[in-house]
């Protein structure tokens, strides 16, 4: 399957210093989506970025994605601690299916 | 929009029982999904459906998960017997094509 995985596992950092969370994947996609998860919560959809896309904004979020190498990044720009929560990739398939597969999570921890 | 809404939230049921998780997606959304999360497997696609039609029922486990969608406002997961290795979180979520909005979940234990 083309499941997305994040790296690293867990992220611990102080208030203000930058969070950089990655994923890979295995084979081509129509697009990558980030979602967030607190704790004991559902996931909320965060950022949609299309193939065709290099670099995406939204907020003091950042994403890359480089499909030569089947990869994105996301960038949390001035962490707070209410960022506190585990970060999701998914791909979807290229040939226009909307099922979306998830990575296992980034858990990150903004400490005060 | 009061977003996708499941129930119940928590539901703790003995062994052999069956066990219905229910699902409201939002209004307009023409796609609906049925996830299972635990800590070792992470999230699962268990069964998606478009226009109430399932289209991939590929992740369901087994025979004893059932899953339907009568009409467009409305979607049930259901297990029976349960087993205590179906303990996990189930979220339900539906879309339209621009990212998925979750439901709360269904925190399920069998005992």
């Known amino acids: 399957s083309q499941q997305g995985e994040e790296d690293p596992q867990a992220l611990s950092i102080q208030e203000g210093e930058n969070a950089t969370m990655n994923c890979s994947y295995k084979?081509?996609?129509?697009?990558l989506q980030w979602y967030r998860q607190n704790s004991g919560r559902g996931l909320v959809h965060l950022i949609l970025i299309r193939s065709n896309e290099r670099e995406k904004h939204s907020g003091r979020l950042r994403v890359t994605l480089d499909t030569s190498k089947k990869s994105s990044s996301l960038l949390i720009t001035a962490p707070r601690a209410a960022d506190t929560a585990s970060y999701f990739c998914?791909?979807?398939?290229?040939?226009?299916?909307?099922?979306?597969?998830f990575g296992k999570g980034t858990k990150l921890t903004v400490n005060p | 929009d009061a977003g996708v809404i499941q129930s119940p939230r928590h539901e703790v049921t003995e062994m052999g029982q069956e066990v219905t998780l229910r699902c409201k997606p939002i209004?307009?959304?023409?796609?609906l999904f049925w996830y299972r999360q635990t800590m070792m497997r992470g999230l699962e696609l268990l069964i998606y459906?478009?226009?109430?039609?399932?289209?991939?029922d590929s992740g369901m486990p087994e025979d004893r998960f059932s899953a339907k969608m009568p009409n467009a406002s409305f979607s049930t997961l259901k297990i029976q017997p349960s087993e205590p290795r179906d303990s996990a979180v189930y979220f339900c979520?539906?879309?339209?094509?621009?990212?998925?909005?979750f439901g709360s979940g269904t925190r399920l234990t069998v005992v």
């Open positions: 459906f478009n226009n109430n039609v399932p289209i991939d």
């Open positions: 998914a791909t979807d398939a290229q040939g226009g299916s909307e099922k979306l597969v």
């Open positions: 084979t081509s996609i129509n697009n």
């Open positions: 979520a539906s879309s339209q094509r621009r990212g998925y909005t």
């Open positions: 209004s307009g959304h023409d796609y």
